[in-house]
């Protein structure tokens, strides 16, 4: 996972309408990267629902969320469209920047080991900086526990 106070490495993904997002293009505002494992399973719902919820206040107070998995860009438009989701969701189907981010990890399940993405949270600073970490979340409350810092 980064650390608080680092450059928060650039990143370039297709988003669900074949455009091509990169962090730096949101330089002078905080932008919140919410890390997830799969579009429309009931905990990952939870969370994009909240962020949902709370969007207009995000963009009130000045910050942008955006949401990555490993799913493919048309799982996230069908994702977006069913839950009216506001917000840029990131394809990573190669792990390229979860990885970088500190989102993939091991995992257990029933005693089974695996790989997956860790669901964690992080805000970028208007500057490009790391301004607070979220290794572990749980997907219910988190928009609010990340609106009361910001």
Not at 80 to 95: E, M, Q
């Amino acid at each position: 996972m980064l650390t608080e106070g680092s450059p928060a490495p650039d990143f370039s993904l297709e988003d669900d309408t074949g455009k091509t997002v990169t962090l730096s293009s949101f330089h002078g505002r905080t932008v919140v990267v919410y890390f997830y494992p799969k579009d429309d399973t009931p905990g990952c719902t939870k969370e994009a629902c909240g962020f949902r919820d709370a969007n207009d206040l995000f963009l009130a107070k000045g910050a942008v969320v955006i949401g990555i998995s490993p799913d493919k860009p048309g799982s996230h438009g069908k994702f977006r469209a069913k839950y009216g989701l506001p917000f840029a969701l990131l394809a990573d189907p190669d792990h390229t920047v979860l990885e970088a981010w500190g989102a993939w990890g091991e995992k257990s399940m029933y005693g089974k080991k695996y790989m997956g993405v860790v669901r964690s949270t992080v805000i970028v600073a208007p500057d490009g900086t790391v301004k607070k970490v979220f290794p572990k979340v749980s997907p219910e409350g988190h928009a609010q526990e990340i609106l009361a810092l910001l």
